[in-house]
């Protein structure tokens, strides 16, 4: 069974393990990121320092499997769901979403917005199956990626 938790200062080696993984730093277009970089993100987070909320998907018997992200913006999220390469296709990512999307309606949140890489189809199926709407727009990041933008009204 999958649930996401608050991430916590104990989780960071396996945050940042996960956030460097070649397959998520190709799909969120992110660089590599230092264990000093991600122990300060997840500290801020931790310590309610940021607008940025971190939850940490965990296995009951593998433990954590990969994260979800949330940018808030008034009663708008901005949320993002990524598995760790090993875990990829045993349908976490969509319990995920799913659980970000309950998650969300708890904090009273009115839309979730997910902008997902073109090129990650299963990621645009398991967003799409969480009930997410392509809004039509389409933005193209500054090394040429396009992101297509996906909502769900909570």
Not at 50 to 62: F, H, I
Not at 86 to 99: E, M, P, S, T, V
Request: some cysteine.
């Amino acid at each position: 069974m999958l649930m996401l938790e608050p991430v916590t200062i104990n989780d960071t080696d396996t945050v940042w393990k996960l956030r460097n993984d070649v397959a998520t730093r190709r799909e969120l277009g992110l660089g590599v990121i230092s264990f000093s970089e991600c122990l300060d993100w997840v500290a801020n987070i931790s310590e309610g320092k940021s607008n940025e909320r971190l939850m940490v998907a965990k296995d009951d018997k593998l433990g954590i499997v990969g994260f979800a992200t949330f940018r808030y913006d008034g009663d708008v999220a901005h949320v993002g769901v990524s598995i760790g390469s090993a875990f990829r296709g045993n349908g976490y990512g969509k319990q995920a979403i799913k659980l970000a999307n309950e998650y969300s309606i708890g904090k009273g949140i009115k839309k979730l917005i997910a902008k997902i890489s073109a090129e990650n189809y299963k990621a645009l199926f398991a967003f799409e199956s969480a009930g997410y709407i392509d809004t039509g727009e389409v933005l193209i990041t500054p090394n040429k990626k396009a992101h297509f933008v996906y909502e769900w009204k909570c």
